[in-house]
T-cell receptor, first 115, second 112 residues
């Protein structure tokens, strides 16, 4: 089956620093990638949708200048949390969809802790 | 806006019991519905996907049903095992969209 990886699996950083999370589709070309955030005991909330080579579409309430998304190739998307603060601490999960299928394949997630 | 509700939020059962997890949604204009399993601190594992034209899907001890008219889906787990302990999420894909809307999940604990 299709595999999606994320790196790193966990990261701890100081407040004010920036953190980059990578999402890779290992055995298929991902025309669309999705970034979700999950707070404890909460559901996954879609942050943004990105198509290869174009700007990401952000959900309402998500700051595009704070959460920078780059989908530069068909196998890689990155999420950069800029000037991270403790309230950004969360579990970030990406998923990828390859054309023509509608199925989303999910990565294992990245635990971000901002001190 | 689609809203997805999962009840109960948590469930604890003894090993061997059959159980049902519930998912309800407000907008019946869905493309498909998917059940996922999430282990603590991990990503999602897809269990079953039901297209809007289907009524149910089965995989091993799992059976998922879909009733669009009533806005409900159930996940039936037969002969539960401790290894089934996890959080189960249902997610809906709307017609004309690639986005998934998730419920908050049901945390299942199967006691040996």
């Amino acid at each position: 089956g299709a595999v999606v990886s994320q790196h790193p699996s966990w990261v701890i950083c100081k407040s004010g620093t920036s953190v980059k999370i990578e999402c890779r589709s290992l055995d298929f070309q991902a025309t669309t990638m999705f970034w979700y955030r999950q707070f404890p005991k909460q559901s996954l909330m879609l942050m943004a949708t990105s198509n290869e080579g174009s700007k990401a579409t952000y959900e309402q309430g998500v700051e595009k200048d704070k959460f920078l998304i780059n989908h530069a190739s068909l196998t890689l998307s990155t999420l950069t949390v800029t000037s991270a603060h403790p309230e950004d601490s969360s579990f970030y999960i990406c998923s990828a969809r390859g054309s023509p299928t509608d199925t989303q394949y999910f990565g294992p997630g990245t635990r971000l802790t901002v001190l | 806006k689609q809203e997805v509700t999962q009840i109960p939020a948590a469930l604890s059962v003894p090993e061997g019991e059959n159980l049902v997890l519930n998912c309800s949604f407000t907008d019946s204009a869905i493309y498909n519905l998917q059940w996922f399993r999430q282990d603590p601190g991990k990503g999602l594992t897809s269990l079953l996907l039901i297209q809007s034209s289907q009524r149910e899907q089965t995989s091993g001890r799992l059976n998922a049903s879909l009733d669009k008219s009533s806005g409900r889906s159930t996940l039936y787990i037969a002969a539960s095992q401790p290894g089934d302990s996890a959080t189960y999420l249902c997610a809906l894909k709307g017609a004309g969209s690639y986005q998934l809307t998730f419920g908050k999940g049901t945390k299942l604990s199967v006691i040996p």
